[in-house]
């Protein structure tokens, strides 16, 4: 068997063979001079936030030792179908019983004026990255030509060095094939805060300079003068082998629910072929045509076949996690409920009580469950809907389930369509830990979002990386939580005699001692909530990192309860005293639980932390709603009387 094209979808594509057919041999090209690598992950290595390394494809099936497997770092240049040979670029001819082409797509560059300029660069592969890489550190200021995903990725690793970055996009806003007005203009908010310039509503109409690029012309005759462009308007598929074969193609290489082209022992998936007038621009459809390919040639029974699903996108652009499944902008016959909190957003659409589109941008851990009762058609209740609309989340926490529970078909990383089924493969093959999980499998190789799920699936066995300040914030929190519980039974006792150099009963009978310790507990419990404000304040979160912003609010909050030591001696008083100091040690005692289970998450089982999280969380949101009417009554009742 022959493989050509050694990105995500050929690596799936040699994967699969193996698992259907441990000892048929194989033999891999890849016309670039690095191993196999996650070209998803491009955007990541360019802005520093990945190691090369952390790339690598199939380091552990292309070892040494293997017999069956062959790489070959060498471009295809011919297929002969009628005597099942290809023929590569230094003229070698290689036999074929079954051939499959995961060529992939390159960029699209418009026909634009001076495109051909130096200076001009596309993004698409690790000589676009490296190129990108080495230009960055000369550049003053780098115009991007479009606002999709790879654009918006490239735009945001320009900044590393602090070069003027500027987004062009003709669309009303950023990722329009895949977002609504509301949801666009959230990201549109996130990418200028990170220091991106956008121009919306408008294209380039030609790139003017002399012997290099030095600017821009807009399409309303605005100039831009900058010294480098990214090309970033769209993929067309690598079709160029097929035509020289003489295999059918349209606008990319045709193929049968099978993945088989005209030729029947030559095969195409991912972006480079064409199922049903339709290609692909998302490596999750090329993973899934992947994998069938490998079932049909190894003649696994049942024949598999792609159907069309729902084309889902879920990406982490510029730190921020985006999903959507459906429709960018649903029309007035569906049913549309949305919630927005602070720069969370989520919107459901449905027809006949199903869902059929989903928009986020935010973090949702029940995504995964959404997708999976929209690929099931199931129904959603009208107290579904009220308990969306009033909290952002349409299935309780019980109805989320675990995801041991889950069914094979369910999609857990939906960045690449990675299913718990594919994932217990995974595991009973061997993976042991989320990296090993990840290279295997690309799960948790795109935005992220579902590494905590791939850590819940591999159970106690893997290790879990503790947080950032964890022992600053369980040293804080523990002695807290245990001093605000013996407040709840205990309180301080008055001297028994008065042959004192000082008598510490004056603290809680002295009128100016009360006021100064009452008036200190204010005052650091208000500090604390404009600390809690830089989760909800998107200016606040270039304010450092929230790891440490949390530790400052448990400190104070710490600092909070000794002031009322101090102010009452934890006597909790009687009537309108009694419900405030009650209230208000009951909202310390729930934020040591939330903050300690933060801390100590990693030596927790998932799904315990996960629990003890939410019950502390909730806990003390409830209990700080009734504080601040509580306090105002103290207050005015102590002076006025």
Known sequence: ??????????????????????????????????????????SGLLSGEHKLHELALATDVLADEDQYIEFRRCRVSAIDPGSHTITDARGHRQAYGSLILATGSRPFVPAIAGAGLPGVYTFRDMADAERLAARRVQSKHTVVLGAGLLGIEAAHGMLRHHTRVTLVDHNPHPMFRQLDPAAGGILAGQIEEAGIELLLGTSIRMLIGTGKVEGVVLRDGTELACDTVIVATGIRPNTDLAVQAGLAYGRGITVNPAMQTSAPDIYAVGECCEVAGEVFGLVAPGLEQAGIAARNIARNPPPASYHQRQQATSLKVAGLPVFSMGVADPPLSMHTVTWREG???????LVAGHIVSINAVGDWPQLSALREMARKRQWVSPWQLWRFRKTGELLAEEAAGDIASWPASAIVCNCNAVCAGDLRAAISAGAATPAVLTARTLAGSGCGSCKPLLQEMLGSTAPVEPGKGWRTLAGLATPALLVALVALVLSLPYPQTVQLDWDWGDLWRNDLFKQVSGFTILGLSAVSVLFSLRKRMRWLRRLGDFAWWRIAHVLLTALALLALAVHTG????????????LTFVALLVAGGVLAAGIAFEHRLAPAQARRLRSVGLWS???????????????ILKTYYF
């Open 570 to 581: 934890f006597r909790m008083g009687s009537q309108l005293n009694f419900a405030l100091s």
């Open 620 to 634: 003390h949101v409830l209990l700080s709603w009734p504080l601040p009417a509580l306090l105002a009554a103290h």
């Open 343 to 349: 720069g969370s957003y989520r919107r459901l659409s």
């Open 1 to 42: 068997m022959v493989i050509v094209g050694a990105g995500p979808v050929g690596v799936r594509a040699l994967r699969e063979v193996r698992r259907c057919r441990p000892e048929q041999p194989v033999i891999l090209y890849g016309d670039e001079r690095h191993d196999p690598y996650n070209r998803v992950q491009l």
